[in-house]
């Protein structure tokens, strides 16, 4: 069976000031039905929580934000850093954001993007009377390719995962791992239809019904891969020295310690 959906953008919502009523401004502003999916950039739900800081020294910010370097790397007299935020999130500077943000201030992430999907999921629901789904997007780089994507960092009543495993491909043969992120799918998608520069933070999705449940479905943050099965917890300048300060022997392996 072809599946089809389509992804329209929200006009008409205004600039977003601390303490605005997401739930209420979203609802005016479309008309929303069951099963549909909420795509809200995590920028305005920043705002709306007050999560804009002054912040003449964005490096502190950045810092402030940080609880694991990851990587870190000197670019025309500046420095990125790769890091993992109180969010789990691992990414360039911590989702601190200068962009969208009065001169003189940054953007942080929502403190729990799960817990602020929830609330405004509750709260459109409650407005319209339609079992809708809330996914939080950001925009984040991904390692080995150029580029960002949006992703999804909160989410509430959505499945975040299409769990295939235990069925069968077209041919029959067993799927034992299969389990697509279908949250992050969708927040990418709904970039196309937003933008960065259009002014449009709020995409509805339609016709994903079968992914859109109750509202204590995980969210987002079971999408971070435990410390234990992340292959990649470091990068790889940080990992060869690493290995070298605690006396790692590269002659007794068949290359250089890396990871991504």
Same mark, same amino acid.
């Given at each position: 069976?072809?599946? @089809?959906?389509?992804?329209?953008?929200?006009?008409? +919502?205004?600039?977003?000031?601390?303490?605005?009523? +997401?739930?209420?401004?979203?609802?005016?502003?479309?008309?929303l039905d069951d099963g549909d999916i909420l795509v809200v950039t995590s @920028?305005?739900?920043? @705002?709306?929580?007050?999560?804009?800081?002054?912040?003449?020294?964005?490096?502190?910010?950045?810092?402030?934000?940080?609880?694991?370097l990851v990587a870190s790397r000197e670019f025309d007299g500046g420095v990125t850093r790769i890091v993992e935020n109180r969010q789990g999130i691992i990414g360039a500077a911590a989702g601190v954001d200068a962009?969208?943000?009065p001169d003189g201030t940054v953007l942080l992430l929502p403190v729990d993007p799960d817990a602020s999907a929830r609330a405004l999921a509750t709260g459109i629901r409650a407005l319209?009377?339609?079992?809708?789904?809330?996914?939080?997007s950001d925009t984040l780089g991904r390692p080995w390719r150029e580029g960002q994507t949006d992703l999804a960092i909160g989410a509430a009543?959505?499945?975040?995962?299409?769990?295939?495993?235990?069925?069968?491909?077209?041919?029959? @043969?067993?799927?034992s791992v299969t389990m697509p992120c279908v949250a992050d799918e969708i927040a990418g998608a709904a970039e196309l239809v937003k933008g960065k520069s259009a002014g449009v933070p709020v995409a509805v999705v339609r016709g994903l019904d079968r992914l859109v449940g109750d509202l204590d479905l995980p969210g987002a943050r079971s999408i971070q891969r435990p410390a234990e099965r992340d292959l990649f917890r470091v990068g790889a300048d940080e990992a060869?020295?690493?290995?070298?300060?605690?006396?790692?022997?590269?002659?007794?392996?068949?290359?250089? +310690?890396?990871?991504?």
């Open positions: 069976m072809t599946v @089809k959906f389509s992804i329209e953008g929200v006009d008409g +919502l205004p600039e977003i000031a601390q303490g605005a009523d +997401l739930a209420a401004l979203i609802s005016g502003a479309v008309e @920028k305005i739900v920043s @705002k709306a929580e007050g999560r804009v800081v002054q912040a003449a020294d964005r490096e502190q910010a950045i810092t402030d934000e940080t609880v694991r962009s969208n943000a319209t009377g339609a079992n809708v789904g809330v996914i939080l009543g959505v499945h975040v995962f299409d769990d295939l495993r235990g069925g069968t491909d077209a041919s029959g @043969k067993p799927l060869y020295n690493e290995g070298y300060r605690d006396g790692f022997d590269e002659s007794q392996s068949e290359g250089p +310690l890396v990871a991504g």
